[in-house]
Nanobody, 132 residues
Framework: QLQASGGGLVQPGGSLRLSCSASRFALDYHAIGWIRQAPGKEREGVSCISSSDTSTYYSDSVKGRFTISRDNAKKTVFLQMNNLKPEDTAIYYC???????????????????????????WGKGTLVTVSS
């Protein structure tokens, strides 16, 4: 199961860095995505990184503000979130890609639910609250 951490309360314009690690899962061999769910809203896929770190994906809502990266030696994936907005408030989950694949959606595609791996791998997520 994957475990997201690093959430918290931050003011608008602030930054947070989320981490995704795993126990008994070879995170370093798989593409990993970040998916968030805001109160009362549908889940949204916001970012993805391929297993080899050669390609990344960002939704339009976070492009230019969030940066995804990975350290395969430490088996950890990061999501650096800058210039946070109140609409970024959500529970953030990290998840494997469908079929435990190694690739992310192409630029211009939608990182929707058909791309997400099994829910029981997602863990509890980490809460990010952006508020003054």
């Amino acid at each position: 199961q994957l475990q997201a951490s690093g959430g918290g309360l931050v003011q608008p314009g602030g930054s947070l860095r989320l981490s995704c690690s795993a126990s008994r899962f070879a995170l370093d061999y798989h593409a990993i995505g970040w998916i968030r769910q805001a109160p009362g809203k549908e889940r949204e896929g916001v970012s993805c990184i391929s297993s080899s770190d050669t390609s990344t994906y960002y939704s339009d809502s976070v492009k230019g503000r969030f940066t995804i990266s990975r350290d395969n030696a430490k088996k950890t994936v990061f999501l650096q979130m800058n210039n946070l907005k109140p609409e970024d408030t959500a529970i953030y989950y990290c998840a494997p890609i469908r079929g435990f694949g190694t690739l992310c959606p192409d630029v211009g595609s939608v990182f929707g639910s058909t791309w997400w791996g099994p829910y029981h791998y997602w863990g509890k997520g980490t809460l990010v609250t952006v508020s003054s």
